[in-house]
C-alpha cells in the first residue's frame, strides 16, 4: 500500500476553513511537509513540522500531528479562491532521506 | 531569475525518439532529484543524486537515465520513448534538511 495517503479531492466556500488531511505509514518519520502546487506551476514549500511537535502555527495555517494515529493535518482559515490548488503531504524518513509524497489534494474554493 | 530552471517546458516526440530534458539550479544544493507527475498518482520518484559523483535509482526507473554534468545540472534522458512516459517531468532540489525546491516542470507527450 501507499506510503502517505491523502484524499483526492475538498471543496469547499470562500471564507470557511479547510482541513487536508494526510496519514502515513513510518513512525520513523523525521519531518512532515505541506507542499502547494497552483495550476501550471511547480510544487512549493508551504509548512512543515518536525516530528517532535503536535502543532505549528503560521498566519492562516495550522499543522497538527497526532504521531500515534500517524496522522497529519493542514488547517486553512478563511480560505480564498487563491488556495485553490493542490497540497501535496510528504514526509523524510530517518532512514532514507528522500521525500514520500502523497498523491495530492485537489482544494477547490467556491464563492 | 528562477532558482531551479527546468528546458523545455514543453516537448512532443514520437515513439521510439531520444529525449533529454534539463534541469539547472543557481541555489548551490548539493542534492538534485527528478520525479515524474501523473493526474492521480501523485510524484514518483525517477532518479536522485546527492553530490556529483553520486547518482541513484527512484522508484520508477526504468527506461530512463539521468547525467549529473555538474553541482548545478542534472539531466534526465529518455533513451527511446513510448506512450506511458507521457507526464510532467519536475526537477527538484535540497540542502541537508530535505525541503525540496522545484523548477516549473516539462510537459512531456509521446505520440
Known sequence: GEDVEQS??????????????????????????????????????????????????????????NKKDKHLSLRIADTQTGDSAIYFCAEVTG?????????GTSLIVHP | DADVTQTPRNRITKTGKRI???????????RMYWYRQDPGLGLRLIYYSFDVKDINKGEISDGYSVSRQAQAKFSLSLESAIPNQTALYFCA?????????????????VL
Open chain 1, 8 to 65: 483526492l479531492f475538498l471543496s469547499v466556500r470562500e471564507g470557511d476553513s479547510s482541513v487536508i488531511n494526510c496519514t502515513y505509514t513510518d513512525s520513523s518519520s523525521t519531518y512532515l511537509y505541506w507542499y502547494k502546487q497552483e495550476p501550471g506551476a511547480g510544487l512549493q514549500l508551504l509548512t512543515y513540522i518536525f516530528s517532535n511537535m503536535d502543532m505549528k502555527q503560521d498566519q492562516r495555517l495550522t499543522v497538527l500531528l
Open chain 1, 95 to 103: 532512514g532514507s532521506y528522500i521525500p514520500t509524497f502523497g498523491r
Open chain 2, 20 to 30: 533529454m530534458l534539463e534541469c539547472s539550479q543557481t541555489k548551490g544544493h548539493d
Open chain 2, 93 to 109: 532540489t535540497s540542502q541537508t534538511n530535505e525541503k525540496l525546491f522545484f523548477g516549473s516542470g516539462t510537459q512531456l507527450s
